[in-house]
């Protein structure tokens, strides 16, 4: 069985109301539905509110096969935490009872779902996060396996706002075509991230396996947000700019991810070198700062290592340079290889 089969919860009080507050629109299912049939098949779909409070929301949520729980609110009474219980204990009890469903989606932003999130992970599900970005608690999206903010999901129109009137263009001056650009903040993730599971794991690094372990270290990171419309994009976008190499290896669309391996960082190490000069050992702290006054976009996790020390002893590995501790200064001394 390889696709997953997915229990939706919707926490609806909490999107709903976020909708409304934070994005100032109505609160619409399919976006999510969208989302997640990407991602399996959906068996399950509960959302928990008082109805009585969502009457116009209560035929597009039927419309959508979604089962309605009820919490009524008694004898004028806010029983806040009422829909919160009783969605979590309905997940935990699907967890046990329902084998084949291996994937749990919770739609909130509510931080008490949590120790939810942290239980189904120990029972071996897949645990995806829903929620809006300004209502979301800071410790739910580092719990789940994956976190996806509903104003970033394909579908969602966002009010727009009155725009300031711009100044009038000539007629010959078209707008020029952009093109997503990745960012160094995100080539640096995808390299250490590349370096790591290359050091942890024998044998290939797949595309799908490198999206993975991106998840598991940023839940909400999603290549949508740089620009891209899929994964295979971005990682294609670096292969062209030689910040990785794509090797198509029996697995279509799942390419085998590694880096350049013709002349991997000379241009790197030779600079480094030639600001380490001939003039006797240098400290390691400081030497970087002097690299990139010759390179000003020097960075050493683009080219995938995790610091500037693991760049540097790289570069003694190579007999480039020498990389000494030094215990009067308390520092590591760098020098030009004999």
């Not at 959508?64 to 219980?85: S, T, Y």
């Not at 084949?100 to 509510?110: E, K, L, P, Q, S």
């Not at 993975?212 to 990682?235: M, N, Q, V």
């Not at 030689?242 to 790197?268: M, N, Q, W, Y």
Request: with cysteine.
């Amino acid at each position: 069985m390889d696709e997953e089969r997915i229990g939706l919860f919707i926490d609806y009080e909490n999107l709903a109301i976020g909708a409304r507050d934070d994005l100032g629109m109505q609160f619409e299912f399919k976006p999510i539905a969208d989302a997640l049939a990407e991602r399996g098949r959906v068996v399950v779909r509960r959302a928990y509110a008082d109805w009585s409070s969502f009457e116009k929301d209560r035929q597009m949520l039927a419309d959508n096969q979604v089962e309605l729980i009820e919490i009524p609110q008694r004898r004028g009474r806010v029983r806040k935490n009422a829909a919160d219980i009783k969605m979590a204990v309905d997940a935990v009890e699907l967890a046990f009872e329902r084998d084949y469903v291996t994937a749990f989606v919770i739609c909130t932003g509510d931080s008490d779902f949590t120790p939810l999130v942290q239980k189904l992970r120990e029972l071996n599900k897949r645990v995806i996060g829903v929620g809006l970005k300004a209502s979301t608690s800071a410790m739910l999206p580092p719990a789940c396996d994956e976190f996806l903010f509903y104003e970033r999901l394909g579908g969602v129109e966002l009010p727009q706002r009155t725009p300031k009137p711009k100044k009038a263009r000539k007629p010959s001056e078209a707008p020029a075509e952009t093109k997503p650009q990745a960012s160094e903040d995100v080539a640096a993730l995808i390299t250490t991230t590349l370096a790591g599971l290359q050091r942890s794991a024998d044998g290939t690094v797949r595309s799908s396996s490198l999206k993975r372990a991106l998840l598991r270290k940023d839940p909400t990171f999603s290549e949508a947000d740089h620009g891209f419309r899929g994964f295979g994009e971005l990682i294609r976008h670096l292969a062209s700019n030689s910040i990785v190499e794509l090797t198509e290896d029996g697995s279509r669309g799942d390419p085998v991810v590694d880096f350049p391996k013709t002349d991997a960082h000379t241009k790197e190490f030779d600079l480094l070198a030639a600001v380490v000069g001939k003039g006797g050992p240098q400290p390691l702290s400081g030497l970087k700062d002097q690299l990139r006054k010759k390179q000003s976009d020097f960075n050493e996790r683009r080219l995938g290592y995790s610091g500037f020390l693991r760049f540097v002893q790289a570069a003694s590995a190579r007999g480039v340079v020498n990389l000494k501790w030094d215990d009067e200064s308390g520092d590591y001394s760098v020098s030009i290889a004999d």
